[in-house]
């Protein structure tokens, strides 16, 4: 072992476990959901921790001919909701796993 540098064997073998359990914990993300909606419920989004809509609900009630926009505008909201609440969830459990320490690739 050269003077001044940590072992090697044993940091690669720590690099090592850490990708192996942030593999395990993207592939958990996958399977974790988050639930937004908007127009007080009147449209329903669900989004997975890789940041894919799963599910949309619209209340029929919100369906109008003549307002389109007004649904198109509900849909959107609810949907980039999703999006940032999937991507919060991810962050959240990446630090856990990392201390914090923010790792390129994986966040």
Excluded: C, H, R, W
Excluded at 83 to 92: C, D, G, N, P, T
């Amino acid at each position: 072992m050269v003077k001044g540098m940590p072992n090697m064997g044993n940091l690669l073998k720590k690099a090592q476990q850490l990708q192996e359990k942030m593999s395990k914990l993207q592939e958990e993300l996958g399977e974790k959901t988050v639930e937004t909606s908007s127009g007080g419920g009147m449209v329903a989004v669900i989004a997975t921790g890789k940041q894919e809509i799963v599910s949309i609900k619209i209340d029929p009630e919100v369906v109008n001919q003549e307002d389109i926009e007004m649904l198109e505008d509900l849909i959107l909201a609810a949907v980039n909701d999703a999006l940032y609440q999937a991507k919060q969830m991810v962050s959240e459990e990446m630090t856990k796993l990392t201390g914090g320490v923010k790792i390129p690739g994986f966040m």
